[in-house]
T-cell receptor, first 114, second 115 residues
Framework: DGGITQSPKYLFRKEGQNVTLSCEQN?????MYWYRQDPGQGLRLIYY???????QKGDIAEGYSVSREKKESFPLTVTSAQKNPTAFYLC?????????????FGDGTRLSIL | AQSVAQPEDQVNVAEGNPLTVKCTYS??????LFWYVQYPNRGLQFLLK??????LVKGSYGFEAEFNKSQTSFHLKKPSALVSDSALYFC?????????????FGKGTTLSVSS
């Protein structure tokens, strides 16, 4: 089945540690996105990429980094600079970044602090 | 700047009754509008979208939404609610003239359908 796979489903981070969340899609979509979801705050955009080897900061990029070396992969690194990383992280993709295209979502990674 | 408001944190309805989940938006140009549903510990599932044309849009699972340009609203509706419709619902918008930007999501509305 085509879709978006996020791994791991649950992740724990120690103080001062960087962790990387995986996002892979086999939909042949050009655009990919990372969102952070906190209770009562909806989805906030961290980074997005319209094409391979290109990405832009979203509203809350500080403390996060991404890469887009392959079309199907858009990993997110939560660095030690992100002081409040506990949240539900959602990856999404769309055919292109044209305005009328819906985004397709993975099932998320829940990150917690040890 | 683009924005989306979902004025109700929670909507409670009885099974079999009609439901409405409200959404208003603000964009500088014309909007593309979307509704998504999220079940616990899952990603968002696309329900429907308004691009252009008929103001009443039909989507998945019997949901529909009505675009009202004068009121800048895009309310989600269903004639007869099911217990299984209980979930978190998100409205999202993008300005038609701003390609290259991501969707802007509302904060979500929890729908609770009682049997």
């Amino acid at each position: 089945d085509g879709g978006i796979t996020q791994s791991p489903k649950y992740l724990f981070r120690k103080e001062g540690q960087n962790v990387t969340l995986s996002c892979e899609q086999n939909l042949n979509h050009d655009a990919m996105y990372w969102y952070r979801q906190d209770p009562g705050q909806g989805l906030r955009l961290i980074y997005y990429s319209q094409i391979v080897n290109d990405f832009q900061k979203g509203d809350i990029a500080e403390g996060y980094s991404v890469s887009r070396e392959k079309k199907e992969s858009f990993p997110l690194t939560v660095t030690s600079a992100q002081k409040n990383p506990t949240a539900f992280y959602l990856c999404a993709s769309s055919i292109t970044n044209l305005s009328n295209q819906p985004q397709h979502f993975g099932d998320g990674t829940r990150l917690s602090i040890l | 700047a683009q924005s989306v408001a979902q004025p109700e944190d929670q909507v409670n309805v009885a099974e079999g009754n009609p439901l409405t989940v409200k959404c208003t938006y603000s964009v500088s140009g014309n909007p593309y509008l979307f509704w998504y549903v999220q079940y616990p510990n899952r990603g968002l599932q696309f329900l429907l979208k308004y691009i252009t044309g008929d103001n009443l849009v039909k989507g998945s699972y019997g949901f529909e939404a009505e675009f009202n340009k004068s009121q800048t609203s895009f309310h989600l509706k269903k004639p007869s609610a099911l217990v299984s419709d209980s979930a978190l619902y998100f409205c999202a918008v993008r300005d038609m003239n701003q390609a290259g930007t991501a969707l802007i999501f509302g904060k979500g509305t929890t729908l609770s359908v009682s049997s």
